[in-house]
C-alpha cells in the first residue's frame, strides 16, 4: 500500500477555500485516492474518491495530476464546522484494509 | 437513517475485567470492519469479518481480542482482562462490497471510547 504524507495542520478562514494536498509518489496502477473526514469523538466520515483527473461532489473537489503521484482535496468556501482532521488514504479499489495516516488537522476561524 | 451502529459509546473497566463492543452495520451491509484510535493517531486495522466468518484479523493482537459477527445479531468486539494501554477508540465500519461497483466505501459509526482504570 502507498505511503502517504499530508501536511500535519492547516489554518483557514470562514468562506475561503482551502486545498489540502497529499504526497502519494508509490502509487500503483490500480490504487484509488479516498479522503475522509473526522471530527472530534466521530468516525471517519467518507468525503470523495478519485483514480484519475478531477472529481466533484457536493462537498469537495478532487484534484489528480497525470502522474498521480500526488492529489489535492479543495473544499470551497469552508465553514466553522468544517474544522476537523482530514486524512488521504491509497489502495486498491478492493482492498478493505484501510491505511490511516496522522491526517491533516485543518481549524477555520471566524 | 439507519447508519452503523455501536454501542455502548462510552466503556469504563477496571484493569482484568472483560470488554464488550458491540456493531449494527448499515441496513443490506454484511461486511464488518474494526478499527483502533489511539489520542492523536490515525485508525489501525484490526479485523475483518463477514457474517459467521472472520476474513482477515492480522491487525488485532492475538490474546486477549476476539471478533464475531454472527448469523444473527451485531458483531462484537472483546477483550477479555483489558490493560489500561487498551483505552482507545473503537470504530466500527461497514460496507456492501458490491461486485458490480468499482470502489468499496467504508461507512464508520461513532465509536466506542474504553477507559480503563
Known sequence: LAKTTQPISMDSYEGQEVNITCSHNNIATNDYITWYQQFPSQGPRFIIQGYKTKVTNEVASLFIPADRKSSTLSLPRVSLSDTAVYYCLVGMDSSY???FGSGTRLLVRP | ???????????????????RLRCSPMKGHSHVYWYRQLPEEGLKFMVYLQKENIIDESGMPKERFSAEFPKEGPSILRIQQVVRGDSAAYFCASSSRDRGANTDTQYFGPGTRLTVL
Open chain 1, 97 to 99: 484494509k484501510l491505511i
Open chain 2, 1 to 19: 437513517n439507519a447508519g452503523v451502529m455501536q454501542n455502548p459509546r462510552h466503556l469504563v473497566r477496571r484493569r482484568g475485567q472483560e470488554a
